[in-house]
């Protein structure tokens, strides 16, 4: 079986599960490289990465001084090789041996296509951001005004093998790299999450197929890089949600509607910071 796939992996502060990351894909089926893009950890990861690429000549990294942000640092490491196929896999997933094989092997016979796993954490509960709908502004709106509408972008698995959803989660994302060439690649105007939001949107737009294969389980051990620094996080998720608003629906909506979705989503991150920081302090 040809190896052909080439994993791409952006570390911040992942001492905590980087090695059997690593470990787990470098034991993979089909995984001809290996690039880790480090954005600036300060944890020993960078130590465990070297230590692990000493062994392995398939895996080299790139160490960012600073953080310039995921999507710049999967742009990166996607430049760096020339595989026909990549993966895009978060240090705190783990994969199987045949994963990405059996991903491939799906996504071969659906034409261009962009496919994620079923993902599931350690107690073998599903992550909802596998299967997603798209961002309901509508519902955000209705919120704000006291009109409760269902907010929750998370599909049900469904009981076929390959779901097609609007978007799947960038914590494990294979695709051909021919596609990913054609898209540009992650949209670097976004720091930290919905990137993937917006990638597999355009992926859908482009004409390529957008779907979860529900046979293939992958642990994610979600949220190992975001706990040192909540409010950040949620300041950036919030902040590609306006981008991801601006880029899809701004120009359909009229200014009124516009202002009251700005309004909704700082009104959303406020809260949602208040939480995290809550969270930290307990």
């Known amino acids: 079986m040809s190896a052909d796939i080439a994993a791409i992996v952006v570390t911040y502060r992942s001492a905590e599960t980087i090695a059997l990351c690593l470990q787990r894909l470098l034991a993979a089926a089909g995984v001809a490289a290996v690039r880790v893009v480090d954005n600036g950890s300060d944890d020993g990861t960078l130590e465990i990465v070297a230590r692990i690429a000493s062994m392995d000549p398939r895996l080299r990294f790139i160490a960012n001084p600073d953080n310039p942000g995921f999507a ?4 990166q490491g996607a430049s760096d090789v020339d595989a026909a196929w990549l993966a895009f896999v978060n240090p705190d997933c783990l994969v199987e041996p045949d994963t990405l094989l059996r991903l491939r092997e799906s996504a071969r016979g659906l034409g261009p296509a962009l496919l994620g796993a079923d993902l599931v954490d350690e107690e073998g509960v599903r992550d909802g951001a ?10 955000m709106l209705a919120g704000l005004v006291g009109r409760a509408r269902a907010t929750d972008l998370a599909l049900a698995p469904s009981q076929e093998r390959l779901q097609c959803v ?3 989660s960038g914590a494990l994302m294979l695709m051909p790299r021919s596609l990913f060439v054609r898209l540009g690649g992650f949209d670097e105007g976004y720091r930290l999450h919905a990137e993937d939001l917006d990638l597999c949107r355009r992926a859908r737009e482009s004409g390529a197929t957008v779907a979860v294969d529900n046979h293939v ?3 994610h051990v979600r949220g190992v890089s975001s706990r040192s620094r909540p409010v950040f ?3 950036h998720k919030h902040r590609g949600l306006w981008r991801y608003f601006r ?3 701004a120009a359909r909506r009229g200014p009124l509607t ?3 979705v700005r309004v909704a989503i700082a009104l959303r991150f406020v809260l949602a910071a208040a939480r995290a920081w809550w969270r930290a302090r307990a």
């Not at 710049?72 to 742009?75: E, H, I, P, R």
């Not at 596998?130 to 519902?139: E, H, I, L, S, T």
Request: with cysteine; net charge positive; hydrophobic share 50%.
């Open 130 to 139: 596998a299967r997603r709908r798209d961002p309901d502004f509508g519902a």
């Open 217 to 219: 389980r992958v642990v």
């Open 166 to 168: 609007d978007a799947v």
């Open 72 to 75: 710049v640092a999967c742009n």
């Open 258 to 260: 516009r202002l009251l």
């Open 247 to 249: 880029r899809f629906e």
């Open 233 to 235: 996080v949620e300041w």
